[in-house]
């Protein structure tokens, strides 16, 4: 069968993602799945052969690399897949023992979460087709009203990406402030991206979701939390832990959905419960800090003075 349309989903080899794509596979079984994640699995043979067909393709993606992503949109481009209709950004890393520094010696949550993302953004935008939408998965740990995790401190992403160390920042509450503005940074993208979007024409739409509480490799730093939220009985004490099949039906929804089409829900924040609106933080709204953010990520991305042109045109 010919496919007329891709989905690219990162982390869609577990978890979320993985889940993800299996909605997605079943649902749409004319349009070409992508798969992408830095450890190989048998994701791609598990759903092709669990949905009895053949759109899902894994594809290797180094998130904690400019070079990773770039070898990524490389591979990508060879396979001369048709245009994408969704691109859903999912993959995240935590770590809350320490500084973790990525090989671009950029603090490593930061670079996964946000900044890499942003560059594959960059580097497929030229794929997407005009109606595409783009799907940033955040967290409710980002604002600070929720009292989930000490609030993030977004001042520049300079400082977000080279954050002050010591042994005072590596401490477990410090690691969940900067994953916490990892996920900032994940609104400030997606709402500084809409705003560009519909300044300079594009039909795109551009969705934040907060998904909830999951057991995932998201807590791979911790041996023994991830199991505990497997247990129901967690409900009593986190109101919203859900499973992954859950979450996916909201965000394959958000992909492809008819619901999700329109383009009043672009540039908004979801949450997984009833795929409703919700308010995202204070900081998130903050154009200034958007700017920030996205100039100073096409800077550090960019790899010549014609990429900085081309990462500001959408």
Same mark, same amino acid.
């Given at each position: 069968?010919?496919?007329?349309?891709?989905?690219? @989903?990162?982390?869609?080899?577990?978890?979320?993602?993985?889940?993800?794509?299996?909605?997605?596979?079943?649902?749409?079984? =004319?349009?070409?799945?992508?798969?992408?994640?830095?450890?190989?699995?048998?994701?791609?043979?598990?759903?092709?052969?669990?949905?009895?067909?053949?759109?899902?393709?894994?594809?290797?993606? =180094?998130?904690?690399?400019?070079?990773?992503?770039?070898?990524?949109?490389?591979?990508?481009?060879?396979?001369?897949?048709?245009?994408?209709?969704?691109?859903?950004?999912?993959?995240?890393?935590?770590?809350?023992?320490? @500084?973790?520094?990525?090989?671009?010696?950029?603090?490593?949550?930061?670079?996964?979460?946000?900044?890499?993302?942003?560059?594959?953004?960059?580097?497929?935008?030229?794929?997407?087709?005009?109606?595409?939408?783009?799907?940033?998965?955040?967290?409710?740990?980002?604002?600070?009203?929720?009292?989930?995790?000490?609030?993030?401190?977004?001042?520049?992403?300079?400082?977000?990406?080279?954050?002050?160390?010591?042994?005072?920042?590596?401490?477990?509450?410090?690691?969940?402030?900067?994953?916490?503005?990892? &996920?900032?940074?994940?609104?400030?993208?997606?709402?500084?991206?809409?705003?560009?979007?519909?300044?300079?024409?594009?039909?795109?739409?551009?969705?934040?979701?907060?998904?909830?509480?999951?057991?995932?490799?998201?807590?791979?730093?911790?041996?023994?939390?991830?199991?505990?939220?497997?247990?129901?009985?967690?409900?009593?004490?986190?109101?919203?832990?859900?499973?992954?099949?859950?979450?996916?039906?909201?965000?394959?929804?958000?992909?492809?959905?008819?619901?999700?089409?329109?383009?009043?829900?672009?540039?908004?924040?979801?949450?997984?419960?009833?795929?409703?609106?919700?308010?995202?933080?204070?900081?998130?709204? &903050?154009?200034?800090?958007?700017?920030?953010?996205?100039?100073?990520?096409?800077?550090?991305?960019?790899? =010549?003075?014609?990429?900085?042109?081309?990462?500001?045109?959408?």
């Amino acid at each position: 069968m010919p496919f007329t349309s891709s989905i690219l @989903i990162t982390g869609g080899t577990s978890g979320l993602g993985y889940a993800t794509a299996l909605s997605l596979a079943k649902s749409q079984p =004319d349009t070409q799945i992508i798969i992408a994640s830095r450890s190989p699995s048998n994701a791609e043979e598990s759903i092709n052969s669990t949905v009895d067909n053949n759109n899902v393709i894994y594809l290797p993606l =180094d998130l904690t690399t400019h070079n990773g992503v770039r070898k990524f949109v490389q591979s990508y481009e060879d396979k001369s897949f048709p245009p994408l209709r969704a691109l859903v950004l999912n993959a995240a890393i935590q770590h809350v023992d320490k @500084i973790h520094l990525s090989p671009d010696g950029l603090e490593e949550m930061f670079a996964v979460n946000h900044v890499n993302h942003t560059l594959l953004f960059f580097l497929l935008k030229k794929h997407l087709t005009d109606d595409a939408r783009i799907v940033v998965v955040s967290s409710s740990t980002h604002d600070p009203a929720l009292k989930r995790v000490p609030p993030p401190n977004y001042s520049t992403a300079e400082k977000a990406a080279h954050p002050e160390e010591g042994k005072q920042f590596d401490t477990q509450n410090e690691g969940f402030r900067r994953y916490a503005l990892s &996920k900032l940074c994940n609104v400030l993208f997606a709402y500084g991206l809409h705003r560009r979007a519909q300044e300079q024409g594009k039909g795109w739409i551009v969705i934040a979701m907060e998904p909830g509480v999951m057991a995932t490799n998201l807590y791979r730093w911790s041996g023994w939390f991830s199991w505990v939220l497997s247990f129901r009985f967690m409900k009593w004490f986190i109101k919203d832990i859900f499973t992954t099949d859950y979450v996916a039906i909201t965000l394959a929804s958000m992909a492809v959905g008819e619901e999700f089409g329109k383009r009043e829900k672009s540039g908004k924040y979801f949450t997984v419960i009833d795929a409703k609106e919700i308010p995202s933080s204070e900081d998130s709204h &903050k154009q200034e800090l958007q700017d920030d953010l996205w100039d100073w990520t096409i800077k550090e991305t960019a790899k =010549d003075d014609d990429e900085v042109r081309e990462f500001g045109r959408l």
